[in-house]
T-cell receptor, first 114, second 112 residues
Framework: EAGVVQSPRYKIIEKKQPVAFWCNPI?????LYWYRQNLGQGPELLIR????????DSQLPKDRFSAERLKGVDSTLKIQPAELGDSAVYLC????????????FGPGTRLTVT | GENVEQHPSTLSVQEGDSAVIKCTYS??????FPWYKQELGKRPQLIID?????GEKKDQRIAVTLNKTAKHFSLHITETQPEDSAVYFC???????????FGKGTTLSVSS
């Protein structure tokens, strides 16, 4: 079974530029998560999808961050414009559903904003 | 909301020794507690988890214990090996409609 796929793995951009990350969850997993992991910290939730619906986006900085999950499968997370403080690893995870079930992470996208 | 505290932040042991990492949580409604291992530059990998209706779970050299009354849970690794060296994260989940809340991680170093 293929795991969670993310691209790109690394991205370096200048501040004020836009950037987008893509995630393909494990087949059959209805719930998709985007986390941000700062250096030396645990992952922190940005947004959670149940199928195509964003059910928890309370931690998403909506002035510059946006996300979508068209057709309830793949998802894209966008930052526009990026700031220096956005440098982090952006992790996508998926689970069968939103209950207390195992979450599986993708390899992440390491973003560096210069 | 839920808050998860994890200790210690770093742990150094000799190969063959045991390692114990402890976490506390604040919300008694939390009912699922996974542990993730993250090697440098790699994804967090689920290594073991425990649900609130169980007090202990073992999988070969790793075990997790849960004390619901005290609201803490621990990861135990026996007969540590150099390949156990990584950052370990605990997390707590409150069930449907919520997300995992992670601790800040423990960097485990196993020297041979």
């Amino acid at each position: 079974e293929a795991g969670v796929v993310q691209s790109p793995r690394y991205k370096i951009i200048e501040k004020k530029q836009p950037v987008a990350f893509w995630c393909n969850p494990i087949s059959g997993h209805n719930t998709l998560y985007w986390y941000r992991q700062n250096l030396g910290q645990g992952p922190e939730l940005l947004i959670r999808y149940e199928n195509e619906e964003a059910v928890d986006d309370s931690q998403l900085p909506k002035d510059r961050f946006s996300a979508e999950r068209l057709k309830g499968v793949d998802s894209t997370l966008k930052i526009q414009p990026a700031e220096l403080g956005d440098s982090a690893v952006y992790l996508c995870a998926s689970s069968l559903d939103g209950r207390a079930s195992e979450q599986y992470f993708g390899p992440g996208t390491r973003l560096t904003v210069t | 909301g839920e808050n998860v505290e994890q200790h210690p932040s770093t742990l150094s042991v000799q190969e063959g020794d045991s390692a114990v990492i402890k976490c506390t949580y604040s919300d008694s409604a939390s009912n699922y507690f996974p542990w993730y291992k993250q090697e440098l530059g790699k994804r967090p990998q689920l290594i073991i988890d425990i649900r609130s209706n169980v007090g202990e779970k073992k999988d070969q050299r790793i075990a997790v214990t849960l004390n619901k009354t005290a609201k803490h849970f621990s990861l135990h690794i026996t007969e540590t090996q150099p390949e156990d060296s990584a950052v370990y994260f605990c997390a707590a989940h409150q069930g449907a409609g919520t997300a995992l809340i992670f601790g800040k991680g423990t960097t485990l170093s196993v020297s041979s």
